[in-house]
């Protein structure tokens, strides 16, 4: 089945760059998609297809897909932007779709 | 725009099946060509796609779950729904619907609050 790999915990400093990676085979090839979820709350698309923002995300969220890594990068992190992000992709040979375990981002 | 809303037993006792429904206003199920998902989270944990439905009627379930699993839609209601038999403790989770606003996209623009479900006896 296909894996997607995230790092338990992310920390960043206060208005710092944070980079969250979501590893895969040969993920480049797949359409990524990330989720930002509160305690609490459901999950909130951040971003779809690699690096498209919905309605409603600030520029501050990025996305980046090659080779094997894909990315999610927040650029002058706040303290609203402490929660779990889920890296989530389709896969047709397998359970079609698939999450990544999830990475809690601390903000210092 | 759309919403969507988890409905069911929150306790169910183990062996037992466990029902949600859930309820979609803002749209109509039936139009747009989107898949209809249920998606769950054990307390703690990280998020499992459980299955989606289609309009049609067509199904896709999660291989580990699929031996128990059933999405249904009833597009006179407007609703789609889970059942999920012989239900052990580890089914005990936060049970979501979600969907999309992309007919070739399988990620989730949409989601319900979510119900917790637990499973004892």
């Known amino acids: 089945s296909y894996e997607l790999t995230q790092p338990l915990s992310v920390s960043v400093a206060l208005g710092q760059t944070a980079r969250i990676t979501c590893g895969g085979n040969n993920i480049g090839s797949k359409n990524v998609h990330w989720y930002q979820q509160k305690p609490g709350q459901a999950p909130v698309l951040v971003i779809y297809?690699?690096?498209n923002r919905p309605s409603g995300i600030p520029e501050r969220f990025s996305g980046s897909n090659s080779g094997n890594t894909a990315t999610l990068t927040i650029s002058r992190a706040q303290a609203g932007d402490e929660a779990d992000y889920y890296c989530q992709v389709w896969d047709s040979s397998t359970a079609p779709v698939v999450f990544g375990g999830g990475t809690k981002l601390t903000v210092l | 725009q759309l919403q969507l809303q988890e409905s069911g037993s929150g306790l169910v006792k183990p062996s037992q099946t466990l029902s949600l429904t859930c309820a979609v206003s803002g749209g109509s199920i039936s139009s747009g060509g989107y898949s209809w998902s249920w998606i769950r989270q054990p307390p703690g944990k990280g998020l499992e796609w459980i299955g989606y439905i289609y309009h049609s009627g067509s199904t896709y379930y999660n291989p580990s779950l699929k031996s128990r699993v059933t999405i249904s839609v009833d597009r006179s209601k407007n609703q789609f729904s889970l059942k999920l038999s012989s239900v052990t403790a580890a089914d005990t989770a936060v049970y979501y619907c979600a969907t999309t606003n992309d007919s070739s996209g399988y990620y989730y623009v949409y989601w319900g609050q979510g119900t917790l479900v637990t499973v004892s006896s």
């Open positions: 297809r690699d690096s």
